[in-house]
């Protein structure tokens, strides 16, 4: 009897042991990114929103050039990322991934040697399906082979589409790009590109650093654009869509709503609502404009370190909206050092005068345990576009703000 149920217990300890394994290998299944990087949402360029595939070494060389002569370098960007049309139509022989010969007469290495010898980390585009957005070979298929070649290149980030992807599962495809980029040893930022569809901010977390939640963004701040199958989002319509998953983003793995249309095209008082508004969403922060065409306005919104801050906070908190009547509304993001930022966005079409009486609003949120109340404490209001102290929370606010303008604040405590 006792040889039985010494027997009896080896086998039920080795089951256990088994199904302990089983659930930790499951519970770590999607743990596959490196999980050191982007714990601040990313800050680079991107070709795709000014240049589309009509890119080119000598060109992206000056590109790179003004990205450190603006100040952009010194203000915190890091990424130089190419998007869709960098490769040549057809794999080679080995089936491996070649630059465009016409395109990169250098060669692909070449050109990330010279993006790191400015100081920069260099970024490259696929996609999960068969061919690309723009009908270039994808990675299906191919997804550790082309991991090892970016690897061998320096690539530093990889964005990651989602066209030509009939009968494939996003997760599935998304996981494994992720293992093979682990597999290949270099860490790089994995962005996933598969526009919120099949709602990344529910398994991604482990997988990459970012997911896109919306279809592209264009250079419209209160308009979509029709482009004929498909449409594209304005400022506007991006940010309505981001309030109910801001409890899915923070350090490591954060909610993209895509790039920045900062100096293409809208007027400058919608650079800088659009700009602070990705900054309160703790949102990835990638232009996507001419470098060497910027005027003093576009270089004075991407630069502004004052309102980069917030965006770079350690805490990592997405804020929420707060408030919202005729057109005004109000963002609350939680800083560390139990600080605040706040926006007041006028998202209609005329000028709208705002009396803001602190002492009569709490400001409470379950996501970031905000609970605040200004009848207990005092705070500095620092407008961080006109770069200065405007008062304390002891008296009303009044301003006023014109159309698609917003006025953003940063809230610091009184000792």
């Excluded at 010194?74 to 057809?90: E, H, I, K, N, S």
């Excluded at 089936?95 to 980390?121: C, E, I, Q, R, T």
């Excluded at 997804?143 to 070649?149: T, V």
Aim: with cysteine; hydrophobic share 35%.
């Amino acid at each position: 009897m006792l040889t039985k149920n010494n027997n009896n217990m080896k086998s039920t300890f080795y089951k256990l042991l088994i199904f302990a394994i089983c659930c930790f290998s499951s519970s770590n299944l999607f743990a596959q990114k490196f999980e050191e990087l982007a714990q601040t949402p990313p800050m680079g360029w991107n070709s795709w929103n000014t240049f589309q595939t009509n890119i080119n070494e000598q060109m992206l060389r000056d590109m790179v050039d003004a990205y450190v002569s603006s100040g952009m370098r010194d203000a915190g960007y890091t990424y130089f990322v190419l998007d869709d049309g960098w490769m040549a139509m057809q794999r080679d022989s080995n089936g491996s991934l070649v630059a465009d010969p016409k395109k990169f007469p250098s060669g692909m290495k070449a050109f990330a040697d010279y993006v790191h010898s400015k100081g920069l980390k260099f970024g490259i585009y696929n996609c999960a399906g068969t061919h690309t957005c723009a009908g270039y070979p994808g990675t299906h298929g191919y997804e550790y082979q082309d991991a090892r070649l970016y690897a061998s290149w320096g690539v530093d980030y990889l964005k990651y589409d989602w066209c030509n992807t009939d009968s494939i599962n996003a997760r599935d495809a998304y996981l494994t790009m992720s293992r093979a980029i682990r597999a290949a040893g270099r860490p790089m930022i994995f962005s996933l590109c598969e526009w919120g569809n099949h709602g990344p901010w529910l398994w991604a977390k482990n997988v990459g650093q970012l997911w896109r939640t919306t279809t592209d963004i264009h250079a419209g701040f209160a308009q979509d654009l029709n482009n004929g199958n498909w449409t594209s989002f304005g400022v506007l319509h991006i940010l309505d869509l981001q309030d109910h998953i801001r409890q899915y983003a923070g350090p490591g793995h954060w909610n993209d709503p895509d790039m920045l249309e900062v100096g293409n095209g809208m007027t400058y008082a919608e650079d800088k609502a659009h700009f602070s508004l990705w900054c309160m969403l703790a949102a990835p922060l990638i232009s996507g404009n001419d470098l060497r065409k910027m005027s003093p306005q576009t270089i004075s919104v991407l630069t502004n370190k004052e309102v980069i801050s917030v965006n770079q906070d350690s805490l990592g908190m997405e804020c929420f909206k707060y408030y919202s009547f005729d057109g005004i509304e109000i963002f609350v993001k939680a800083l560390k050092d139990n600080s605040l930022a706040v926006c007041f966005l006028n998202r209609s079409s005329r000028q709208q005068n705002i009396n803001f009486d602190w002492k009569e609003h709490l400001i409470t949120d379950t996501v970031s345990k905000l609970d605040i109340d200004f009848n207990k404490n005092t705070y500095v209001l620092r407008d961080l576009w006109a770069k200065k102290n405007i008062g304390t929370t002891n008296k009303p606010l009044k301003q006023t703000i014109g159309s698609h303008e917003v006025l953003m604040l940063k809230l610091s405590k009184v000792n």
